[in-house]
């Protein structure tokens, strides 16, 4: 009897002991410390007197049943996790059974109670971290997708179910190939291979860097993945962090592209200055300054309007006035026509245009006069072309030209050439009468400009003409185009062009003699040269391109072709067409 009153003493587990009418006969000492009274305190006391409140109907319940049947609603002698209640009043988990048994006639019931509450916490703490855990997959901007050992979905969360257009249920249970292009399926599984031996890529640890998905509608798309693997009751499991970079690499795309456009019009810009300084004549140094300095100007004017219109154009208005307002006095321009933005392709010819004519009429025509007077106007004619007219009044008496200088050819090469127009000039006595008309089609970077006139190059020495042998000049740039022309004529070349289209070129050269060698500017206001350079190529015309642009652009088998940067050194030009002359 000691032994066993020993044991229920010593023992972890809190027991008590109750009779038939539910009241306690035995509290041991570890149902004192587990309810927080005396075994004095609690015998002869209910034992519904630790159970909380809400519970003590189920509670009657389950001691009527066991003492019929000799099992609880749960299982045989378990009433499994339920809630005691301290003396205190707090409420606390236990794990509880029970048995019975008949001493002296009397039924007695012995429950075994063990207090959960630092498992329960335990427990709770895992649930919460585990919906903690679910929550973040389910609201991750990136896509997780865990799968087995035969490389088997296992978890798709929502943002992998956005990205790929797949719903997780159709998901589980794929191979992970489905969702990688089949040309790099062979390099995945090397990838997971090598992972799995050695906890690292071909790349670097856990990362597979920018690859390529498959959405379910087939389309592939860039991402950038990480792996990482984790033991799971002895499985082995590997989870993919797949971020969609679709946008962040148009976006880089992007970048690059207007990193090489603004190189490309830095260098073209400083072609069309250096061509302007090489072209412009003058009888002494300060007129030759003066000249540079005012076409300079014009076109710095032309790049801000640009700027300050994000490159998407300029109003005529604006660029008329710009150009004619340091060469008035009060009331002598008048400007008149309707609203028109030019495309960033015609500003800045239209200006150095506006302001040759600016110039010439400060120097001879009506604006040299005190009451001479300029009108400016345009309008938009039947056939959808604009019309701009130059007329002077007012003015000393003029007379037309006995020959073109570099202004009057440089408006007529602008209007013509560059802007695919037509113009007309008239000498009356009462001042310079100009109309140029300019097609709607020019205003198009992506459509032809229309047939147009070759520049006569400045005459060079006769000796030297044909002594380097015939070259086509393709460039679109006006300024550009005569500058080359003339450097190359006064180097020995006979220039064919400039042409500034491929179909141009084309007519250029017709059915004649091909040229010994060519340069080609590579975008032609806003079309690539490569057909021409092909064609040039099946006819074994060697060629140089001649571009401001680091890198051809978006054709690899020119690449080998030699290249002249602009602003263009005319030496180095012309080495190069010499090399490829005689390598031909």
């Known amino acids: 009897m000691k032994r066993l009153e020993g044991i229920v003493?010593?023992?972890m587990d809190g027991i008590i002991t109750v009779n038939g009418r539910g009241e306690i006969v035995l509290f041991n000492p570890a149902a004192e410390r587990m309810f927080g009274l005396s075994a004095?305190?609690?015998?002869?006391?209910?034992?519904?007197?630790?159970?909380?409140?809400?519970?003590?109907?189920?509670?009657?319940?389950?001691?009527?049943?066991?003492?019929?049947?000799?099992?609880?609603?749960?299982?045989?002698?378990?009433?499994?996790?339920?809630?005691?209640?301290?003396?205190?009043?707090?409420?606390?988990?236990?794990?509880?059974?029970?048995?019975?048994?008949?001493?002296?006639?009397?039924?007695?019931?012995?429950?075994?109670?063990?207090?959960?509450?630092?498992?329960?916490?335990?427990?709770?703490?895992?649930?919460?971290?585990?919906?903690?855990?679910?929550?973040?997959?389910?609201?991750?901007?990136?896509?997780?997708?865990?799968?087995?050992?035969?490389?088997?979905?296992?978890?798709?969360?929502?943002?992998?179910?956005?990205?790929?257009?797949?719903?997780?249920?159709?998901?589980?249970?794929?191979?992970?190939?489905?969702?990688?292009?089949?040309?790099?399926?062979?390099?995945?599984?090397?990838?997971?291979?090598?992972?799995?031996?050695?906890?690292?890529?071909?790349?670097?640890?856990?990362?597979?860097?920018?690859?390529?998905?498959?959405?379910?509608?087939?389309?592939?798309?860039?991402?950038?993945?990480?792996?990482?693997?984790?033991?799971v009751g002895g499985a082995r499991l590997a989870t993919v962090i797949l971020r969609d970079i679709t946008e962040r690499k148009a976006n880089e795309e992007a970048r690059l592209l207007l990193a090489r456009e603004v190189d490309h019009r830095a260098k073209n810009a400083l072609a069309v200055v250096q061509a302007v300084v090489s072209l412009t004549r003058a009888t002494t140094k300060?007129?030759?300054?003066?000249?540079?300095?005012?076409?300079?100007?014009?076109?710095?004017?032309?790049?801000?309007?640009?700027?300050?219109?994000?490159?998407?154009?300029?109003?005529?208005?604006q660029i008329v006035r710009d150009e004619a307002a340091g060469y008035h006095r009060e009331g002598q321009v008048r400007i008149n026509g309707p609203?028109?933005?030019?495309?960033?392709?015609?500003?800045?010819?239209?200006?150095?245009?506006?302001?040759?004519?600016?110039?010439?009429?400060?120097?001879?025509?009506?604006?040299?006069?005190?009451?001479?007077?300029?009108?400016?106007?345009?309008?938009?004619d039947g056939d959808g072309d604009l019309e701009i007219r130059w007329s002077e009044f007012g003015g000393p008496p003029v007379e037309a030209p006995q020959r073109a200088g570099f202004g009057s050819t440089l408006v007529r090469e602008v209007a013509t050439r560059q802007l695919g127009g037509s113009i007309e000039m008239a000498w009356p006595a009462t001042g310079l009468n100009l109309v140029a008309r300019l097609p709607s089609s020019a205003y198009r970077l992506d459509t032809p400009t229309a047939p147009q006139r070759p520049i006569a190059p400045p005459s060079p020495d006769p000796r030297q003409i044909g002594r380097r042998g015939r070259v086509l000049v393709v460039e679109d740039e006006a300024l550009i185009a005569m500058a080359i022309s003339h450097d190359l004529a006064s180097l020995g070349w006979d220039v064919v062009g400039p042409a500034a289209t491929v179909e141009e070129a084309r007519r250029l050269i017709g059915d004649g003699a091909l040229p010994d060698a060519a340069v080609l500017d590579v975008n032609l206001a806003g079309k690539l040269v490569y057909p021409l350079a092909e064609w040039l190529r099946d006819r074994s015309v060697p060629f140089v391109f001649c571009t401001g642009y680091e890198q051809l652009e978006s054709n690899p088998a020119y690449d080998a072709c030699p290249r002249v940067r602009k602003p263009v050194d005319v030496q180095l030009l012309d080495d190069e067409l010499r090399r490829v002359r005689d390598a031909a």
């Open 339 to 380: 609203t028109i933005v030019l495309p960033p392709n015609a500003v800045q010819p239209l200006s150095l245009l506006i302001h040759e004519l600016a110039t010439n009429a400060v120097k001879y025509g009506a604006l040299s006069a005190e009451r001479g007077r300029v009108e400016v106007s345009w309008s938009i």
């Open 40 to 231: 004095d305190e609690a015998l002869g006391r209910p034992i519904s007197r630790f159970i909380p409140e809400r519970y003590r109907d189920d509670h009657g319940a389950h001691m009527r049943r066991f003492a019929q049947t000799g099992v609880t609603n749960r299982q045989m002698g378990s009433l499994g996790a339920i809630s005691g209640l301290r003396n205190n009043g707090e409420e606390f988990p236990i794990e509880a059974s029970i048995s019975q048994v008949e001493v002296g006639g009397e039924r007695l019931f012995t429950v075994i109670l063990r207090d959960i509450t630092e498992r329960k916490a335990n427990e709770d703490a895992l649930e919460e971290s585990r919906r903690r855990m679910e929550g973040i997959v389910e609201s991750a901007m990136d896509a997780l997708v865990t799968i087995d050992e035969d490389q088997r979905i296992i978890l798709f969360n929502p943002a992998a179910e956005r990205m790929f257009g797949v719903k997780t249920q159709d998901a589980l249970g794929l191979p992970i190939e489905r969702f990688i292009p089949d040309r790099f399926r062979p390099g995945h599984a090397e990838h997971i291979r090598r992972f799995k031996e050695a906890g690292v890529t071909n790349r670097r640890m856990g990362a597979l860097g920018a690859v390529s998905g498959l959405r379910a509608n087939g389309e592939e798309f860039p991402v950038e993945a990480s792996i990482s693997h984790v033991e």
């Open 9 to 11: 003493g010593s023992a």
């Open 286 to 317: 300060e007129e030759f300054i003066a000249a540079v300095r005012g076409r300079v100007s014009a076109l710095g004017r032309a790049h801000s309007l640009l700027a300050q219109n994000r490159w998407e154009g300029a109003d005529l208005v």
